[in-house]
């Protein structure tokens, strides 16, 4: 079945807090180094203080040069090789068939559901993880892989910020990460509008992208790790950054769940009811 313009709704996440419950390279390249995670993300912020560096490329420069003391070869390989020993938050590996079923049952099959995720960790691990085949596209921050295949240097680096530059590409349809965005688009041009995003984020890190989607008329959602403290939730809540906040727990049923169901009964009403408008003329 093909998608007529705007019949699209897009679900985009973050992923270390928000898939996951702790960064992806604690579970992966640092235990490789055998390097405590505590230890080598104050060496970061240490590094980012005596350096005025951004912490992304910061950390990512500090791996690499922590793998060459060592002597380990870090290539694209090894990385992708490391990502199923990535947990996921209770009921993950479910909630994109349950979503897709959902959206597809209540549109009568008029809307089709795509996934993203938006990430500061490296696409390198996400492309192995078990869930991978979920989305229709991932960003991330990348290595660059030297004539030996080694990972040296950062080729791309996704911050706080500029996570934002990937909504708009979603938004403009503009995927290709060789071309620009910034070309003028008119609204009625564009495939996914903002309205027909959900944001999903765990923290501060997410304030930006949050803040973009709900400008622009879309919905953003905060979790938390369960067990552990809503509060930076609840302020982001109080101040309108989202909609709403829940336990990270993706399970059928769950608060997270249960209200997600009710932001995608507004989004699928909302397209639904243009679509009958458009017949009028």
Not at 17 to 35: A, H, R
Not at 117 to 129: H, N, Q, Y
Not at 147 to 164: F, S
Request: proline letters at 5%.
């Amino acid at each position: 079945m093909t998608m007529s313009n705007k019949n699209i709704i897009a679900l985009i996440y973050d992923f270390d807090g928000t898939l996951s419950p702790l960064p992806m390279q604690e579970y992966t390249v640092l235990p490789e180094l055998g390097i405590k995670p505590a230890d080598f993300w104050s060496d970061v912020g240490k590094e980012v203080q005596a350096t005025g560096g951004e912490d992304i490329i910061t950390y990512m420069r500090m791996m690499y040069e922590r793998a060459e003391e060592k002597k380990v070869h870090i290539d694209r390989d090894k990385l992708k090789a490391m990502a199923p020993m990535v947990p996921y938050f209770e009921g993950v590996e479910d909630w994109f068939a349950s979503m897709n079923d959902y959206i597809k049952k209540r549109s009568n099959d008029k809307i089709e559901t795509r996934h993203y995720i938006i990430s500061s960790g490296l696409r390198e691990i996400l492309e192995g993880v078990s869930i991978y085949k979920e989305f229709h596209n991932i960003f991330a921050s990348e290595y660059f892989f030297d004539h030996h295949g080694r990972a040296t240097y950062p080729n791309r680096v996704i911050t706080d910020t500029t996570k934002t530059q990937y909504l708009f590409r979603i938004n403009k349809g503009v995927e290709d990460l060789t071309k620009s965005i910034n070309s003028h688009m008119p609204m009625k041009d564009r495939p996914i509008p903002f309205e027909n995003m959900i944001y999903y984020g765990d923290g501060l890190t997410d304030v930006p992208s949050m803040a973009v989607t709900r400008a622009n008329g879309g919905h953003s959602v905060a979790v938390y790790t369960p067990g552990k403290s809503e509060k930076p939730c609840q302020t982001l809540f109080k101040e309108k950054r989202c909609d709403f906040f829940a336990p990270a727990d993706y399970s059928k049923g769950s608060d997270l769940h249960r209200r997600t169901l009710l932001i995608l009964d507004k989004i699928i009403a909302s397209i639904l009811l243009q679509k009958e408008l458009d017949t009028l003329g």
